[in-house]
């Protein structure tokens, strides 16, 4: 059972994330947030799989609800009607496939040169005391890093959101 519910929640994971950035049915930004609102839903049910509530709990909590209300705010205050009306340039269209032909290929390379056997089981279980330990020694610095493109981004909104006074 628990071997049908990943591969359900990992193919749910990766169609809607192709609809947030590929999405056929509407040009409107707000549909392909709703789409990253059910990819990050799946990833919390792979999270539940793997054991780790706490990550499940807060990929819901602080993802889906603080970060996509954000987005939203950010998307509404934009001028959608001139971004319906913009053509896609086909500049951006071969960069873009260049980029993730270029990711796929350094994550194929690695998982190549990677041994058969060198995926271990997870040291944490799940617990919260486990993982803020595991977060504060060893993960200190990108947990940094994190929280300082977060607080960019907060900034970023901050600006976009501010009125011309002239």
Do not use: C, W
């Amino acid at each position: 059972m628990q071997d049908a519910l990943f591969y359900t929640f990992a193919f749910l994971t990766l169609v809607f994330g192709f609809l947030v950035v590929a999405n056929p049915f509407s040009r409107n930004p707000v549909t392909s947030a709703m789409f990253l609102v059910l990819t990050i839903v799946s990833l919390a049910g792979l999270f539940v799989l793997l054991h780790a509530f706490f990550l499940a709990a807060v990929q819901i909590l602080v993802y889906a609800g603080a970060v996509m209300v954000l987005f939203i705010f950010v998307i509404m205050l934009l001028d959608l009607k001139a971004e319906e009306r913009r053509k896609i340039k086909k500049l951006g269209i071969v960069g873009g496939l260049i980029s993730a032909g270029a990711i796929l290929a350094i994550f194929l390379n690695s998982l190549l040169k990677a041994p058969l056997g060198a995926v271990q089981s997870p040291a944490v279980e799940g617990g919260t005391v486990p993982l803020a330990k595991l977060l504060f020694t060893q993960y200190l610095l990108p947990f940094e890093i994190v929280s300082v493109l977060l607080l960019v981004a907060i900034v970023g909104v901050v600006l976009l959101s501010k009125k011309d006074l002239k």
